[in-house]
C-alpha cells in the first residue's frame, strides 16, 4: 500500500510540475514575440552585430524589419516544433518524454539558442518561402482558435442551462440577454463610428453582415427542431460582433471611415497602450488554445487514469509553433512586401480582410 501510495505521489508532482511549466514556454513565445518586434522596429540600432552576418547583407537590411520578424519567427517554429515531434505521443508522467517536456533546461536552453540564432545566418530567399508557409500556418493556427472557442461556448451553455436545474436555466437566459444586448449595442456603436456616411459602402457592408449573422444565429436557436436556449448562440453573436470589430479596427488609418487618426511619426501612449495589448492578446489567445487539446481529439470519452499526463504535450507545442507564424503575419500585416509602421500591429486590409472571412 505504501509503495502504490508513493506511486500516486510521484504522479500527482508530476502532473503539477508540468502544469507549471506551461506558463515558462508561455514566457518563450512572450520573449520571441518581443524580440521580433525589436528587430523589426529598432534593430538597426540595438543589434549592430547583425551587420557583419553574411546572410544579413550589406549594412544587415536582410535581417531587419520584414525578413527580421520572419527569422525570429522561424527560430520560434523551430524551437516549438521539435518539442513537438520529441513529446507527440506522450501518454504517461513517468515516461522520459514527460520529464523532456517538463525538465533538462539547461540541454534546452541550448536547443532555444541555437534555433534563435540559425535563421539568421540563412539566405533571405528561404525567408520569402517560409514567409509564404507561414501565412497558411497562421490560417491554421486561426481555424483551430475557432475550434476552441466553440469548443469552449458549447461548454459554457451546457454549465450554465442544464436541464434538471431551473435556477441555472434563468441565469442561463440572462446571460444570453447580456451578450445579445452587447452584440446588438456593439452593431449599433460600429455604424456610428465606421460608417458615419453611405460613402462607407464596405464598412456597411461587413457592419450588416455581422448583424444579419447573428439575427440569424437567434433564429435557429429559437426554432423548435433545434430547441437549444440562447445562451451559446449570444456568446457566438458577440464574438462575431467583437471580429468585425477588430477587423475594421484594422483598417489603414488614412481610410476616411476609419475614426483612427493619421499615425504620427512619434507613437502616441494610445498607439503604444494598444500595441501592448494586442501582444498579450496574441500570448492569451496562443496559450489558451494550445491547453486546450480536448477540443482536438476525435474521442473525448477517454477514461483518465491517475498516470495521464494531464494535456497533450505534443498538440501544445504544435499550438505554439503555428502561433509563431500567426505573430510573424500578425507584425508584418499579412503583407510579405510592404513592411510595417513602428508600434503598428495587424494593421492592413489585409488583415481585415483576414478578420472577416474568419
Not at 504535450?313 to 512586401?337: D, E, P, T
Request: hydrophobic letters at 50%; one cysteine or more.
Amino acid at each position: 500500500m505504501s509503495g502504490s501510495a508513493g506511486a500516486i505521489e510521484d504522479c500527482s508532482a508530476e502532473k503539477k510540475r508540468s502544469l507549471r511549466v506551461r506558463y515558462v514556454y508561455g514566457m518563450i513565445f512572450l520573449m520571441y514575440i518581443l524580440l521580433a518586434w525589436l528587430v523589426r522596429d529598432y534593430g538597426q540600432k540595438f543589434l549592430p552585430q547583425l551587420h557583419y552576418v553574411k546572410a544579413c547583407g550589406a549594412g544587415g537590411n536582410n535581417c531587419f524589419r520584414m525578413l527580421g520578424v520572419l527569422r525570429v519567427s522561424l527560430g520560434c517554429f523551430i524551437f516549438f516544433f521539435l518539442m513537438f515531434l520529441s513529446t507527440c505521443s506522450t501518454s504517461k508522467v513517468d515516461e522520459i518524454r514527460s520529464n523532456w517536456h517538463s525538465g533538462y533546461w539547461i540541454l534546452k536552453s541550448f536547443l532555444l539558442i541555437a534555433s534563435m540564432a540559425v535563421p539568421f545566418f540563412l539566405p533571405s530567399d528561404y525567408m520569402q518561402i517560409y514567409g509564404e508557409l507561414a501565412r497558411v500556418g497562421a490560417g491554421i493556427f486561426l481555424l483551430l482558435q475557432l475550434v476552441s472557442v466553440i469548443e469552449f461556448i458549447v461548454w459554457w451553455n451546457k454549465y450554465w442551462t442544464p436541464d434538471d436545474e431551473k435556477k441555472s436555466c434563468s441565469l442561463g437566459l440572462f446571460m444570453s440577454t447580456i451578450f445579445y444586448v452587447a452584440s446588438i449595442l456593439g452593431i449599433a456603436l460600429m455604424y456610428y463610428l465606421y460608417a458615419p456616411r453611405l460613402a462607407c459602402a464596405i464598412n456597411i457592408f461587413f457592419i450588416t453582415w455581422t448583424a444579419i449573422l447573428v439575427l440569424v444565429m437567434m433564429i435557429i436557436s429559437l426554432h423548435s427542431l433545434v430547441n437549444r436556449g440562447l445562451l451559446s448562440s449570444g456568446i457566438m453573436a458577440s464574438y462575431i460582433v467583437f471580429l468585425c470589430w477588430s477587423a475594421l479596427r484594422s483598417e489603414p488609418p488614412y481610410e476616411k471611415c476609419n475614426v483612427q487618426k493619421q499615425v504620427n511619426s512619434n507613437a502616441d501612449w494610445t498607439t503604444i497602450l494598444s500595441f501592448l495589448i494586442a501582444i498579450g492578446t496574441i500570448v492569451m489567445s496562443t496559450f489558451s488554445t494550445g491547453i486546450d487539446s480536448q477540443s482536438f481529439q476525435f474521442r473525448k470519452d477517454e477514461v483518465q487514469e491517475e498516470d495521464d499526463i494531464p494535456y497533450k504535450y505534443g498538440i501544445f507545442h504544435l499550438i505554439f509553433s503555428l502561433g509563431a507564424m500567426y505573430f510573424a503575419m500578425l507584425f508584418l500585416s499579412w503583407n510579405l512586401l510592404n513592411p510595417a509602421k513602428e508600434w503598428s500591429i495587424d494593421v492592413g486590409w489585409a488583415s481585415t480582410w483576414v478578420k472577416i472571412l474568419n
